[in-house]
T-cell receptor, first 109, second 114 residues
Framework: DAKTTQPNSMESNEEEPVHLPCNHS???????IHWYRQLPSQGPEYVIH???SNVNNRMASLAIAEDRKSSTLILHRATLRDAAVYYC??????????FGSGTQLTVLP | EPEVTQTPSHQVTQMGQEVILRCVPISNHLYFYWYRQILGQKVEFLVS????????KSEIFDDQFSVERPDGSNFTLKIRSTKLEDSAMYFC????????????FGEGSRLTVL
């Protein structure tokens, strides 16, 4: 699977939007972009995924660049509960996910 | 909301002992996975299971590891002879179908090998 690059950490203020970037310049045409997060002492949790078009769900929005070499996970109003490690993962033909180091998001009250 | 459940939440064992970690995936899911996370490190894929057989496995999943779906509901990971370096959180996950994106993870089983 192609590699992704994310900042190690980010901070946000509570109730403000958060934009978490991910670079994936070697993405192939069939790779889906997945985002998971891992709250402290819990298992990973699915957030959102997409292929080419921007996607919205109840948790977040995913904005995908036109050339697909980068994407941004958007949390519209961060809460303290959103403090977690956020993983951007490309999934191609393999059925399993390969986790990187992710971005540690700290939400400040 | 349906969820993946794992037992035990924490197991302490002596080096060389056999350990079985149990998972109950979501009932209509067809794909099953084990991942592990050593403290402070990345989440690592171990094995995936579909149609009663292993479909993919990583280099970590050597002969000391095995998986089984002994009945219609449980999915187990057995470590035959535990080593100190097997100490980790073990996460079970399941997925409904091949073309769906979402893996549902359990809360994990913490294994401590002394």
């Amino acid at each position: 699977d192609a590699k992704t690059t994310q900042p190690n950490s980010m901070e946000s203020n509570e109730e403000e939007p958060v934009h978490l970037p991910c670079n994936h310049s070697t993405i192939s045409g069939t790779d889906y972009i997945h985002w998971y997060r891992q709250l402290p002492s819990q298992g990973p949790e699915y957030v959102i995924h997409g292929l080419t078009s921007n996607v919205n769900n109840r948790m977040a929005s995913l904005a995908i660049a036109e050339d697909r070499k980068s994407s941004t996970l958007i949390l519209h109003r961060a809460t303290l509960r959103d403090a977690a490690v956020y993983y951007c993962i490309l999934r191609g033909s393999a059925r399993q996910l390969t986790f990187g180091s992710g971005t540690q998001l700290t939400v400040l009250p | 909301e349906p969820e993946v459940t794992q037992t035990p939440s924490h197991q302490v064992t002596q080096m060389g002992q056999e350990v079985i970690l149990r998972c109950v995936p979501i009932s209509n899911h067809l794909y099953f996975y084990w991942y592990r996370q050593i403290l402070g490190q990345k989440v690592e894929f171990l094995v995936s299971f579909y149609n009663n057989e292993i479909s993919e496995k990583s280099e970590i999943f050597d002969d000391q590891f095995s998986v089984e779906r002994p009945d219609g509901s449980n999915f187990t990971l057995k470590i035959r002879s535990t080593k100190l370096e097997d100490s980790a959180m073990y996460f079970c996950a399941s997925k409904r179908g091949d073309n769906t994106g979402e893996l549902f993870f359990g809360e994990g089983s913490r294994l401590t090998v002394l």
